[in-house]
């Protein structure tokens, strides 16, 4: 008996040691990843020549400006919990305070229900749920369920997963206008 828990204790040992070495190894390149992923985001969510990372009142954002160096907008990231764990979003919003874009970076959603949030048709360039958010100010941010052509229309059967990124995109966009007020 101690001898079998002596061999497993080894072969834990040795499994944790290699996992070890493998996360010390590939950290540096998924962070790069993770970065290269967050610069593409930003220029999907509001197209400018420059970002700038920064942080008022413990609310992290990007400031966008284009060639001349004038103010674009800003780019916010957001997280909201939803059905399988936080949405992890990026909404651009225009000088006009209205949002430009908006991008989910991560989700952990159910695979044909709550995905369907990010869910690309066919012959379209992005999802159509999130298409409804484009030049919504964040007054015109509220969840429906059924046709609307005013609000966000929610998914059906995604209901928690719509809400969270609608909850998410108000609460970071009212936060930041309260801490910001736009040149």
């Known amino acids: 008996m101690i001898r079998l828990s002596s061999a497993l204790l080894i072969i834990a040992l040795v499994c ?10 590939t950290a540096p390149i998924i962070e790069k990843q993770q970065q290269l992923i967050l610069e593409m985001s930003l220029k999907d969510v509001l197209l400018a020549q420059t970002y700038t990372k920064k942080e008022l009142s413990g609310l992290t954002y990007f400031e966008a400006r284009d060639e001349e160096g004038e103010l674009a907008g800003w780019c916010l990231p957001s997280s909201s919990p939803g059905y399988g764990g936080p949405i992890q979003i990026l909404i651009g919003i225009g000088r006009d305070k209205k949002i430009s874009g908006i991008k989910i970076l991560d989700h952990k959603e159910t695979p044909g229900l709550g995905s369907k949030i990010n869910e690309i048709g066919y012959k379209e360039t992005e999802a159509g749920f999130l298409r409804q958010f484009k030049n919504k100010a964040v007054k015109d941010l509220v969840l429906v369920k059924g046709k609307t052509e005013e609000n966000i229309e929610a998914i059906t059967g995604a209901t928690i997963s719509s809400k969270a990124i609608v909850e998410g995109a108000h609460r970071v966009m009212e936060e930041f206008f309260k801490v910001k007020d736009p040149e």
């Not at 944790?16 to 190894?25: H, K, N, P, V």
């Open 16 to 25: 944790g040691l290699i996992l070890a070495l493998i996360y010390q190894r």
